[in-house]
């Protein structure tokens, strides 16, 4: 009864080994938007404000990056964002008969 001398409680000095945090940094995608020479350039600005939030303004910046430089970058997200951000983006655009491309790499 009560505590017996081999209890924890005793003050026996009961080790516990402290494990650490096995938490991988999540690995971050740049979701990029490639030119094309048929999509017109509203749909592209409609496409960034409609997907990635972006004001009118912005959507126009980066809309004319892309057009100039080839490729732009339209945000940073987790591997499953970005996934379905391109997708979201390609369906999309495939809907309204544009080819325009969406694709995502490691940032
Ligand atoms: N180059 C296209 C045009 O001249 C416009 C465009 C911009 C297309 C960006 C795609 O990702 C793109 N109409």
Known sequence: M?????????GGGVAVQESKPE????SL???????DD???MD???D????FFAMS???ATQIMLHVHTRGVGVCGVYSKEIAETK?????DYSRDHQHPLMCAMEED
Not at 47 to 50: H, T, Y
């Open 2 to 10: 009560g505590h017996s001398s081999d209890d924890e409680s005793i």
């Open 23 to 26: 938490l991988k940094k999540p």
């Open 29 to 35: 995608y740049k979701v990029v938007l490639l030119n």
């Open 38 to 40: 048929y999509t017109p």
């Open 43 to 45: 749909f592209v600005i």
């Open 47 to 50: 496409v960034l404000a409609r």
């Open 56 to 58: 009118e303004d912005k």
């Open 86 to 90: 391109v997708q979201m983006v390609n």
